[in-house]
């Protein structure tokens, strides 16, 4: 069985997301265990808490497509940003997924 891998969240090639609940998170990167077929991505976007409004430069047009397959890949965003700057502040993460499985994400120093 795959490390984390009890369950998992699934998108076909047209596409899905999901959004988390708010959340308060410490550290500076965000990592997923993931994996997408060759066709298939994953993107992050990070949303104010209780708003659909993007955190400026955490949008999903900001997020750098993550393919492959891995246990613990760090998604990055344009311009080099960084996370720790918003640690300790409510956030949602949605993620967009084109014919892949999410089976967890946490966030490390």
Same mark, same amino acid.
């Given at each position: 069985m795959r490390v984390d891998g009890f369950a998992s969240v699934q998108a076909p090639l047209s596409g899905g997301e999901l959004v988390t609940k708010p959340l308060i998170f410490s550290g500076r990167e965000l990592v997923l265990n993931f994996s997408a077929s060759a066709a298939g991505s994953v993107r992050v +976007? &990070? &949303?104010?808490?209780?708003?659909?409004? #993007? *955190? +400026? $430069?955490?949008?999903? +047009?900001?997020?750098?497509?993550v393919l492959g397959d891995d246990l613990e890949r760090v998604v990055r965003w344009k311009e080099? %940003?960084? &996370?720790?700057? &918003?640690? $300790?502040? #409510? *956030? %949602?993460l949605r993620f967009v997924l084109w014919d892949a499985e999410l089976f967890s994400f946490r966030f490390r120093e």
């Open positions: +976007e &990070l &949303l104010r808490d209780q708003m659909n409004i #993007p *955190v +400026e $430069g955490f949008s999903i +047009e900001d997020c750098i497509e080099g %940003r960084e &996370l720790g700057d &918003l640690a $300790g502040t #409510p *956030v %949602r």
